[in-house]
């Protein structure tokens, strides 16, 4: 045993595990509650019983699937898992309100489980479809995030299947079971939805009087909201302070021997530690060695030391990740000897390298390093660019030997001789070799180690000329001190240097700094000049995301269309539904993320995808009940506010869990999770616009279509008839 030791971990990926399964646990736990007391509250206590038991037998089978399937337990796929808690129960809901609508008419039990069921078939299988056509794009993501993304759709799409399976061969049964125990169903009291559903009709019959005025207060919303959007939201990839950890970074002058650069760093560690505990969870610390956390590479010195340093969760302290490095910025300014300290949060997500992560690429490299020179002071210039570097930086000290031309010619000497002198004077050459019975020992002679390091003691040195009489050297040249490079670069054949800095997403983003130092490059190199700026890191991966993002979008919106045309074997229902939800639930999102103050990041418009898919669910099932109601006879007005009517507790119901089911995780009620958060915040509140909007614009639209037809087929007919009567008038 070592007395006064101790064994602790460092680092472990299982904390984030372990926080994010509390989280989990802790969400399903409320959310399930919460579901359960609003499921109580629109229906009656056995349906609510009913669809609730299955999320836990989706989540169930999904599990029993997932082994065989070779998927594990791991931060994407537990994050599947807290976005779809909310919305397994919306097919259970629909079902099993219409299996007791059934009921309601006076049918058996059984009969009334199998009309019910039957009769919503077709939409509750659309709806699940649409759902799963907003996560499956998830998949279509280029580069290192699809690879990143691809559990998610997997495992959402499995956990809608297994959903829909219990809906429509277990939720009967069980509805069926249950249904002996408490009141009769025609006993039902009058409850205080009915009072809801009293005050839609009569605000719904004013919509569809008015309906071109409300159709245009609804645009105007969303062009305002476009018009917002565009002035207050920034993107960034993955904002800071997801993870609760940044490094210090400390680079000496070239040359600082490793107890020195050991001596200095335990000042900075020492003003770190003195963070307070509440906020501080652990420190770490290497001398000789620095990480680049963006993109994993390393460098090695004596001059390099770095400090990692673990915080307590957020939503424990009261100080954000970044005002507690601003303090420690204003602390370490006052230490003086390092030629640099820099600080860097650790990012969420995959590697996507620095927030300005450019090369410099050209044919001359004295021309590209007066570039780099330029365009790193135009950075450090810029407000809110921090912790500008360059490739060039870390290399060792060198001794540059230059001889005197005319000198050397005289004394007999040339480059290539003083090069081999030099060589063997400094690194050392075999001179003998000792024996023993088992090993062969060579025997170098080379100068003492501070005479080899010395210009003045290297100047001493006597070198044979070509007819071996000794010369020394300082007669014949001089040495020069010089700042090496620590590697020479290529990019494409041509010599390249890289300049990185971090930013202030506050002040400016990375987007925003790249395209002002792409002008100044512009302005400095020209377009002849033979120098050309390469951009990469997030503002690169930021570009290619976007790219995925409006593609995966586009995607979406496509099968939702494919799915919907499908189903009401119309071209133009589908393009009324997706034209009048998806906005409304954008506008959502945009007052969601202004207000909270999150900017458009990767994570948060990944819920707008997702939400593309969810919030159609309601139309859908509302139009096929108009349809429905259509067929039968029903007069174009009181059909839609009959559909709107019979749907509005189901609608209300399904979307008020899946809010629910969203909302503990969006705010951390069962615990904070920074990197999920900002999905499930735009996703729950484009459902939140979208859903009250819903029941009223989809009906109103239904009848503006249909009015439009019927005029246009009006006027079709009426031109018929006038060139059938003008041909009959003809002589």
Same mark, same amino acid.
């Given at each position: 045993?070592?007395?006064?030791?101790?064994?602790?971990?460092?680092?472990?990926?299982?904390?984030?595990?372990?926080?994010?399964?509390?989280?989990?646990?802790?969400?399903?736990?409320?959310?399930?509650?919460?579901?359960?007391?609003?499921?109580?509250?629109?229906?009656?206590?056995?349906?609510?019983?009913?669809?609730?038991?299955?999320?836990?037998?989706?989540?169930?089978?999904?599990?029993?699937?997932?082994?065989?399937?070779?998927?594990?337990?791991?931060?994407?796929?537990?994050?599947?898992?807290?976005?779809?808690?909310?919305?397994?129960?919306?097919?259970?809901?629909?079902?099993?309100?219409?299996?007791?609508?059934?009921?309601?008419?006076?049918?058996?039990?059984?009969?009334?489980?199998?009309?019910?069921?039957?009769?919503?078939?077709?939409?509750?299988?659309?709806?699940?479809?649409?759902?799963?056509?907003?996560?499956?794009?998830?998949?279509?993501?280029?580069?290192?995030?699809?690879?990143?993304?691809?559990?998610?759709?997997?495992?959402?799409?499995?956990?809608?299947?297994?959903?829909?399976?219990?809906?429509?061969?277990?939720?009967?049964?069980?509805?069926?079971?249950?249904?002996?125990?408490?009141?009769?169903?025609?006993?039902?009291?009058?409850?205080?939805?009915?009072?809801?559903?009293?005050?839609?009709?009569?605000?719904?019959?004013?919509?569809?009087?008015?309906?071109?005025?409300?159709?245009?207060?609804?645009?105007?919303?969303?062009?305002?909201?476009?018009?917002?959007?565009?002035?207050?939201?920034?993107?960034?990839?993955?904002?800071?302070?997801?993870?609760?950890?940044?490094?210090?970074?400390?680079?000496?002058?070239?040359?600082?021997?490793?107890?020195?650069?050991?001596?200095?760093?335990?000042?900075?560690?020492?003003?770190?530690?003195?963070?307070?505990?509440?906020?501080?969870?652990?420190?770490?610390?290497?001398?000789?060695?620095?990480?680049?956390?963006?993109?994993?590479?390393?460098?090695?010195?004596?001059?390099?030391?770095?400090?990692?340093?673990?915080?307590?969760?957020?939503?424990?302290?009261?100080?954000?990740?970044?005002?507690?490095?601003?303090?420690?910025?204003?602390?370490?300014?006052?230490?003086?000897?390092?030629?640099?300290?820099?600080?860097?949060?650790?990012?969420?997500?995959?590697?996507?390298?620095?927030?300005?992560?450019?090369?410099?690429?050209?044919?001359?490299?004295?021309?590209?390093?007066?570039?780099?020179?330029?365009?790193?002071?135009?950075?450090?210039?810029?407000?809110?660019?921090?912790?500008?570097?360059?490739?060039?930086?870390?290399?060792?000290?060198?001794?540059?030997?230059?001889?005197?031309?005319?000198?050397?010619?005289?004394?007999?000497?040339?480059?290539?001789?003083?090069?081999?002198?030099?060589?063997?004077?400094?690194?050392?050459?075999?001179?003998?070799?000792?024996?023993?019975?088992?090993?062969?020992?060579?025997?170098?002679?080379?100068?003492?180690?501070?005479?080899?390091?010395?210009?003045?003691?290297?100047?001493?040195?006597?070198?044979?000329?070509?007819?071996?009489?000794?010369?020394?050297?300082?007669?014949?040249?001089?040495?020069?001190?010089?700042?090496?490079?620590?590697?020479?670069?290529?990019?494409?054949?041509?010599?390249?240097?890289?300049?990185?800095?971090?930013?202030?997403?506050?002040?400016?983003?990375?987007?925003?700094?790249?395209?002002?130092?792409?002008?100044?490059?512009?302005?400095?190199?020209?377009?002849?000049?033979?120098?050309?700026?390469?951009? @990469? #890191?997030?503002?690169?991966?930021? /570009?290619?995301?976007?790219? !995925? =993002?409006?593609?995966?979008?586009? +995607? %979406?919106?496509? $099968?939702?269309?494919?799915?919907?045309?499908?189903?009401?074997?119309?071209?133009?229902?589908?393009?009324?539904?997706?034209?009048?939800?998806?906005?409304?639930?954008?506008?959502?999102?945009?007052?969601?993320?202004?207000?909270?103050?999150?900017?458009?990041?990767?994570?948060?418009?990944?819920?707008?995808?997702?939400?593309?898919?969810?919030?159609?669910?309601?139309?859908?099932?509302?139009?096929?009940?108009?349809?429905?109601?259509?067929?039968?006879?029903?007069?174009?007005?009181?059909?839609?506010?009959?559909?709107?009517?019979?749907?509005?507790?189901?609608?209300?119901?399904?979307?008020?869990?899946?809010?629910?089911?969203?909302?503990?995780?969006?705010?951390?009620? @069962? #615990?904070?999770?920074?990197?999920? /958060?900002?999905?499930?915040? !735009? =996703?729950?509140?484009?459902?939140? +616009? %979208?859903?009250? $909007?819903?029941?009223?614009?989809?009906?109103?639209?239904?009848?503006?279509?249909?009015?439009?037809?019927?005029?246009?087929?009006?006027?079709?007919?009426?031109?018929?008839?006038?060139?059938?009567?003008?041909?009959?008038?003809?002589?």
């Amino acid at each position: 045993s070592l007395v006064g030791s101790e064994m602790c971990i460092r680092d472990s990926v299982s904390f984030f595990i372990r926080r994010r399964l509390h989280v989990m646990t802790n969400n399903i736990v409320q959310g399930g509650v919460l579901i359960l007391i609003a499921l109580f509250i629109f229906l009656d206590w056995r349906l609510a019983v009913v669809a609730a038991i299955g999320v836990p037998i989706s989540f169930a089978t999904v599990f029993a699937v997932s082994g065989p399937m070779g998927f594990t337990i791991n931060l994407m796929s537990m994050l599947a898992f807290i976005i779809v808690l909310g919305m397994l129960d919306d097919d259970s809901v629909v079902v099993a309100e219409n299996i007791y609508r059934h009921l309601e008419m006076g049918k058996p039990p059984v009969r009334a489980a199998i009309d019910g069921s039957k009769e919503v078939v077709l939409p509750v299988l659309g709806a699940v479809a649409v759902s799963c056509a907003g996560f499956l794009p998830f998949a279509m993501v280029s580069g290192i995030m699809g690879k990143f993304l691809i559990m998610i759709p997997l495992v959402i799409v499995l956990a809608f299947v297994a959903s829909v399976v219990e809906a429509f061969f277990i939720l009967p049964a069980h509805v069926v079971d249950l249904m002996p125990f408490g009141k009769p169903v025609e006993e039902r009291q009058a409850s205080w939805f009915d009072a809801v559903v009293r005050f839609y009709k009569k605000t719904m019959a004013w919509v569809l009087q008015h309906r071109l005025k409300f159709l245009g207060i609804v645009a105007g919303v969303i062009v305002m909201t476009a018009a917002l959007a565009s002035w207050r939201l920034k993107f960034v990839l993955f904002p800071s302070g997801l993870v609760d950890q940044f490094f210090i970074d400390v680079e000496m002058p070239r040359g600082t021997s490793l107890a020195d650069t050991d001596a200095f760093f335990q000042k900075i560690e020492s003003l770190a530690m003195k963070t307070p505990g509440e906020e501080l969870e652990a420190l770490t610390g290497m001398v000789g060695f620095r990480m680049d956390p963006t993109d994993g590479s390393f460098r090695y010195g004596t001059q390099y030391a770095q400090a990692r340093v673990f915080l307590t969760p957020e939503e424990k302290r009261s100080r954000k990740t970044r005002e507690l490095i601003a303090a420690l910025r204003k602390d370490v300014a006052g230490v003086t000897g390092a030629e640099k300290i820099t600080f860097q949060e650790l990012q969420a997500g995959p590697p996507v390298g620095r927030a300005v992560d450019v090369r410099v690429r050209g044919k001359d490299r004295d021309g590209i390093y007066a570039l780099v020179d330029q365009l790193k002071a135009d950075l450090t210039a810029m407000e809110g660019v921090k912790d500008v570097r360059d490739s060039r930086e870390g290399g060792k000290n060198e001794l540059h030997v230059v001889l005197d031309d005319q000198e050397a010619g005289f004394a007999g000497l040339d480059a290539a001789r003083v090069a081999q002198d030099i060589l063997l004077a400094v690194d050392g050459g075999e001179a003998s070799k000792i024996r023993r019975v088992t090993e062969e020992v060579k025997i170098k002679v080379r100068l003492q180690e501070d005479q080899r390091s010395e210009p003045e003691e290297l100047l001493k040195l006597d070198v044979l000329n070509d007819q071996g009489r000794p010369i020394r050297l300082g007669a014949v040249g001089r040495i020069e001190k010089s700042g090496g490079l620590p590697f020479l670069e290529h990019y494409n054949y041509r010599p390249t240097v890289q300049i990185t800095a971090d930013v202030d997403v506050e002040k400016v983003t990375s987007q925003q700094a790249v395209r002002r130092l792409e002008e100044k490059f512009k302005e400095r190199a020209g377009p002849l000049s033979g120098y050309e700026l390469i951009v @990469g #890191g997030e503002a690169e991966e930021t /570009a290619k995301s976007m790219k !995925s =993002l409006f593609r995966a979008f586009g +995607f %979406a919106l496509l $099968l939702d269309y494919v799915i919907l045309a499908s189903l009401f074997a119309s071209y133009l229902q589908p393009f009324i539904i997706i034209l009048l939800t998806v906005p409304i639930g954008l506008v959502g999102v945009v007052y969601a993320l202004i207000l909270h103050g999150q900017p458009a990041s990767f994570m948060a418009l990944l819920g707008v995808v997702a939400m593309t898919g969810v919030v159609i669910n309601n139309a859908i099932v509302l139009v096929n009940f108009i349809n429905k109601n259509r067929e039968a006879g029903m007069e174009l007005k009181e059909a839609v506010i009959n559909a709107g009517s019979t749907r509005l507790r189901p609608i209300f119901a399904s979307s008020i869990t899946t809010l629910l089911g969203l909302f503990p995780t969006a705010y951390g009620w @069962g #615990g904070y999770e920074p990197f999920v /958060a900002p999905m499930a915040l !735009s =996703l729950a509140w484009g459902l939140t +616009f %979208a859903m009250p $909007l819903t029941v009223f614009l989809i009906p109103m639209a239904y009848v503006i279509v249909e009015n439009t037809k019927e005029s246009l087929s009006r006027g079709l007919r009426s031109a018929r008839d006038k060139v059938r009567r003008g041909k009959k008038t003809r002589p």
